[in-house]
């Protein structure tokens, strides 16, 4: 049986076990994302197959699959249900959970049984054995993309179909070039931003309707806010740019979810951080943590961040100055001495806004001062900004709280997950505790 983004102990299971069976399913979209056909073809083993997943502003999600094609089904083409410039397509990443009963439905093996790997690794020594295999696939959505590229190539009888996607921001930037600005784009002070954006994916372009057809989700911090100034951006630029802005203005994130719904969300996070529990646990005990490294970045060690504003007041320009005073942080003031950096925006309007903005340039710069590369096998419910715990004895991390930043999921048989994930307790809060603003030291000049 297929499942979609469910998460479960069987699932679970099905990652833990000693052998893993990825499995990858492609759907092909229209504009408005019916199905309109689904990727039979294999994934080639010999060339790149690969996403990669990075926590930041705008695009966060591209990927590269080649696919084999004697047959010519999937070149690339305007009037099949084929790859296309306005084409989208799905990908899902899963695991195959196998396991195996009697006649009368007992289970014969654990995963972690040496005979559970003999009859995987034989099935006729199952029938043998009157063993029953059941299968239960487990897929999560990767994304939904569009189409950059594509290249189709022979060598000798061999056909294969390589392409490259990015996610669906890349509709608003030069990743695609679509919804360049051909004027003036100007948005009013005091303009709704949630009718904004709105009217931003409403845009038409011709032959397909809409940019985008899918609603946005805003965090409710943010569903009532205006415009603060007049927001103008000359002609041949992207679309992406403004709405960067909008995150910016707002100190939230803003990007495409996995099932392809443009989300602004709250940036400083750190209470939800240390308060969420984690998607995986991993340990140097189990078989799916491989190898780690740690990098220290001291040279970016920043615990305090000024923003000042570039719009003139009666009263001067408005600034505010973030300081992580966090007792648990080892980069905190107290510890190591005052390290600051100084950002200027033209989109401080107030103290509050300068407030949020330091906050919110604080803590993304918090998080990457101590940073964990590591290698896992397949686990593709993992995300970007979700988090992990780890225990590594020759480390010294005991269940230590990690937040994901990069993940590179390549698909071929035998590579490994590379993931890159920040220590929490660098982050400005205290961590394990509610956040107030109370918390972190916001400072007048």
Not at 420 to 441: D, F, M
């Amino acid at each position: 049986m297929n499942y979609y983004d469910k998460y479960c102990d069987e699932y679970i299971r099905a990652v833990k076990r000693p052998v893993i069976f990825p499995v990858v399913k492609i759907e092909i979209l229209d504009w408005n994302e019916n199905v309109l056909g689904e990727v039979y073809a294999s994934l080639d083993a010999e060339n790149e197959n690969t996403i990669t997943i990075e926590a930041r502003q705008g695009v966060r999600r591209y990927c590269t699959l080649t696919v084999l094609d004697d047959k010519g089904d999937y070149f690339p083409d305007a009037y099949t249900r084929s790859f296309w410039i306005n084409r989208k397509f799905r990908v899902y990443v899963g695991v195959v959970d196998k396991w195996y009963t009697r006649e009368s439905g007992v289970v014969l093996y654990e995963s972690d049984s040496m005979a559970w790997v003999e009859y995987v690794k034989d099935g006729d020594l199952a029938y043998r054995h009157g063993a029953m295999l059941h299968e239960d696939t487990y897929y999560f959505s990767q994304g939904i993309f569009i189409c950059t590229s594509a290249t189709v190539t022979r060598e000798s009888s061999k056909i294969t179909v390589t392409i490259n996607g990015v996610d669906k921001f890349g509709l608003f930037t030069a990743d695609t070039n679509y919804f360049s600005l051909d004027g003036t784009y100007v948005v009013p002070v005091d303009t709704p931003i949630y009718n904004m954006i709105k009217d931003v994916l409403a845009t038409e372009n011709g032959a397909f309707g809409v940019a985008d057809p899918v609603s946005p989700i805003l965090s409710h911090s943010h569903i009532n806010e205006v415009m603060p100034y007049e927001l103008k951006r000359s002609s041949n630029g992207a679309m992406g740019d403004i709405l960067t802005e909008i995150g910016m203005i707002l100190g939230a994130d803003i990007f495409y979810t996995p099932d392809g719904h443009l989300t602004i969300q709250d940036g400083t996070l750190d209470h939800l951080y240390s308060g969420k529990a984690p998607i995986y646990e991993f340990s140097d005990s189990e078989l799916e943590y491989v190898s780690s490294s740690t990098f220290y970045d001291f040279a970016n060690a920043y615990n305090a961040v000024k923003v000042t504003g570039t719009n003139m007041e009666e009263n001067g320009y408005h600034s505010y100055t973030a300081e992580n005073n966090n007792p648990e942080s080892d980069t905190r003031i107290e510890l190591i001495g005052r390290k600051i950096y100084p950002y200027e925006s033209d989109s401080v309007y107030n103290d509050d806004r300068a407030k949020d903005l330091a906050e919110y340039i604080l803590n993304r710069m918090a998080i990457v001062q101590k940073t964990m590369d590591f290698q896992c096998t397949l686990i593709p419910h993992l995300d970007v900004d979700t988090v992990v715990t780890i225990t590594d004895r020759k480390l010294k991390y005991n269940k230590a709280r990690f937040i994901i930043q990069s993940i590179e999921m390549p698909l071929r048989p035998g590579e490994f997950m590379q993931i890159s994930a920040s220590n929490t307790a660098q982050l400005p809060y205290y961590e394990g505790t509610a956040s107030t603003s109370s918390e972190l030291t916001v400072n007048p000049t």
